[in-house]
């Protein structure tokens, strides 16, 4: 049984950051393909970003957060820097193990998926 838990989210005004993590447990952490999403209320769930052995973000987000992972505490990260009111979702932690086809941003080529948590920036 593979589990993701994820930290709280927070608040934060606009400008401001937040850190995220999800650690993974019942799998082998360091060969999946990790990633994050967000999804606000009536809206589809979005790609964030991705990590394998090179990672990878949404134009939205890139050169504002950074995702990273601690293999030894099979854990992820995303660091999220100079937030805007439009980063405000709950946000999501996906794993995949390797195999296949897989498109990093899709969020339907995951297999388990953390509980989310809810990110608040104010303006």
């Known amino acids: 049984q593979v589990q993701l838990v994820e930290s709280a989210g927070g608040l934060a005004q606009a400008g401001g950051s937040l850190r995220l993590s999800c650690t993974v447990s019942?799998?082998?952490?360091?060969?999946?393909?990790m990633g994050w999403f967000r999804q606000a209320p009536g809206q589809d769930r979005e790609f964030v970003a991705a990590?394998?052995?090179?990672?990878y973000y949404a134009d939205s987000v890139k050169g504002r957060f950074t995702i990273s992972r601690d293999d030894a505490k099979n854990t992820v990260f995303l660091q999220m820097n100079s937030l805007k009111p439009d980063d405000t979702a709950v946000y999501y932690c996906a794993a995949r193990a390797p195999g296949g086809t897989i498109t990093v941003l899709r969020a339907s080529d995951y297999t388990y998926w953390g509980q989310g948590t809810q990110v608040r920036v104010s303006s």
């Open positions: 990590i394998s052995s090179r990672t």
């Open positions: 019942g799998g082998t952490f360091s060969d999946y393909i």
